[in-house]
Protein backbone atom coordinates (compact mmCIF):
# COMPACT_ATOMS: atom_id res chain seq x y z
CA UNK A 1 0.00 0.00 0.00
CA UNK A 2 1.35 3.05 -0.85
CA UNK A 3 0.75 6.56 1.37
CA UNK A 4 1.82 9.58 -0.40
CA UNK A 5 1.91 13.25 1.31
CA UNK A 6 2.11 16.17 -0.40
CA UNK A 7 3.53 19.55 1.03
CA UNK A 8 4.21 23.11 -0.46
CA UNK A 9 1.18 24.83 -1.13
CA UNK A 10 0.21 27.94 0.01
CA UNK A 11 -0.61 31.48 -1.11
CA UNK A 12 1.72 33.20 -3.59
CA UNK A 13 0.85 36.50 -6.19
CA UNK A 14 -0.18 35.92 -9.79
CA UNK A 15 3.45 35.44 -11.60
CA UNK A 16 5.22 33.55 -8.90
CA UNK A 17 6.42 30.07 -8.41
CA UNK A 18 5.96 27.68 -6.01
CA UNK A 19 7.38 24.22 -5.94
CA UNK A 20 5.24 21.27 -4.27
CA UNK A 21 6.18 18.18 -3.16
CA UNK A 22 5.22 14.44 -2.95
CA UNK A 23 6.91 12.12 -0.25
CA UNK A 24 5.73 8.16 -1.37
CA UNK A 25 6.06 5.49 1.18
CA UNK A 26 5.32 1.44 1.06
CA UNK A 27 5.02 -0.14 -2.36
CA UNK A 28 7.15 0.20 -5.13
CA UNK A 29 7.82 3.60 -5.89
CA UNK A 30 10.35 3.48 -8.68
CA UNK A 31 7.59 1.38 -10.58
CA UNK A 32 4.38 4.06 -10.93
CA UNK A 33 3.88 6.18 -12.94
CA UNK A 34 2.66 9.48 -11.16
CA UNK A 35 0.91 12.29 -11.36
CA UNK A 36 -0.84 15.95 -10.07
CA UNK A 37 -4.16 16.64 -10.32
CA UNK A 38 -5.85 19.20 -8.65
CA UNK A 39 -9.82 20.45 -7.87
CA UNK A 40 -11.27 23.99 -7.47
CA UNK A 41 -14.16 25.12 -5.37
CA UNK A 42 -17.25 23.71 -7.38
CA UNK A 43 -15.37 21.84 -9.89
CA UNK A 44 -14.40 18.47 -10.95
CA UNK A 45 -10.66 17.33 -9.66
CA UNK A 46 -8.61 18.21 -13.34
CA UNK A 47 -5.64 16.65 -14.73
CA UNK A 48 -2.42 18.73 -14.29
CA UNK A 49 0.46 16.53 -15.16
CA UNK A 50 1.79 13.24 -15.31
CA UNK A 51 5.61 11.79 -15.64
CA UNK A 52 6.57 7.91 -16.50
CA UNK A 53 8.12 5.71 -14.01
CA UNK A 54 11.31 6.27 -14.73
CA UNK A 55 11.47 10.27 -15.61
CA UNK A 56 11.71 9.34 -19.34
CA UNK A 57 8.35 10.76 -20.26
CA UNK A 58 6.08 13.67 -18.84
CA UNK A 59 2.29 14.41 -19.95
CA UNK A 60 0.73 17.94 -19.01
CA UNK A 61 -2.71 19.67 -19.49
CA UNK A 62 -2.85 22.46 -22.09
CA UNK A 63 -3.58 24.62 -19.29
CA UNK A 64 -0.25 24.18 -17.76
CA UNK A 65 2.38 23.01 -20.51
CA UNK A 66 5.52 25.48 -20.64
CA UNK A 67 4.64 26.58 -16.98
CA UNK A 68 4.72 23.58 -14.85
CA UNK A 69 7.48 21.37 -14.76
CA UNK A 70 6.89 17.55 -12.77
CA UNK A 71 10.49 15.62 -12.08
CA UNK A 72 10.72 13.06 -9.68
CA UNK A 73 13.85 11.16 -7.37
CA UNK A 74 13.11 7.32 -7.44
CA UNK A 75 16.20 7.61 -4.81
CA UNK A 76 14.55 9.42 -2.44
CA UNK A 77 10.55 8.47 -3.52
CA UNK A 78 9.90 12.13 -4.40
CA UNK A 79 7.77 13.69 -7.11
CA UNK A 80 7.57 17.21 -7.39
CA UNK A 81 5.59 19.76 -9.43
CA UNK A 82 7.21 22.95 -10.32
CA UNK A 83 4.54 26.23 -11.08
CA UNK A 84 5.70 29.00 -12.73
CA UNK A 85 3.90 31.69 -13.80
CA UNK A 86 1.23 31.25 -11.33
CA UNK A 87 -2.19 32.62 -12.29
CA UNK A 88 -5.56 33.41 -10.05
CA UNK A 89 -7.00 30.37 -12.19
CA UNK A 90 -4.92 27.85 -10.95
CA UNK A 91 -5.97 27.95 -7.29
CA UNK A 92 -6.88 24.76 -6.08
CA UNK A 93 -6.75 22.08 -3.99
CA UNK A 94 -3.60 19.84 -5.69
CA UNK A 95 -3.17 16.24 -5.46
CA UNK A 96 -0.37 13.71 -5.78
CA UNK A 97 -1.47 10.06 -7.30
CA UNK A 98 0.39 7.28 -8.29
CA UNK A 99 -0.62 4.25 -10.64
CA UNK A 100 0.79 0.63 -10.63
CA UNK A 101 1.09 1.00 -14.53
CA UNK A 102 4.39 2.29 -15.89
CA UNK A 103 3.18 4.75 -17.94
CA UNK A 104 1.96 8.58 -17.99
CA UNK A 105 -2.09 9.05 -17.64
CA UNK A 106 -4.38 12.06 -17.34
CA UNK A 107 -7.41 9.69 -16.19
CA UNK A 108 -7.78 10.18 -12.62
CA UNK A 109 -9.65 6.85 -12.76
CA UNK A 110 -6.17 5.67 -13.61
CA UNK A 111 -4.43 6.27 -10.29
CA UNK A 112 -4.41 3.83 -7.13
CA UNK A 113 -3.45 5.91 -4.66
CA UNK A 114 -3.82 9.89 -4.11
CA UNK A 115 -2.55 11.93 -1.17
CA UNK A 116 -4.44 14.16 0.82
CA UNK A 117 -3.86 17.38 -0.87
CA UNK A 118 -2.39 20.47 -0.61
CA UNK A 119 -4.09 24.30 -1.17
CA UNK A 120 -2.69 26.85 -3.86
CA UNK A 121 -3.97 30.18 -3.82
CA UNK A 122 -2.94 32.50 -6.52
CA UNK A 123 -3.77 36.10 -5.62
CA UNK A 124 -4.48 38.47 -8.31
Known amino acids: QVQLAESGGGLVQAGGSLRLSCAAS????????MGWFRQAPGKERDFVGS????????KYADSVKGRFNISRDNVKNMVYLQMNSLKPEDTAVYYC?????????????????WGQGTQVTVSS
Open 97 to 113: AGRSGSYVSDLADRYDY
Open 26 to 33: GGAFSKYA
Open 51 to 58: IMWNGART
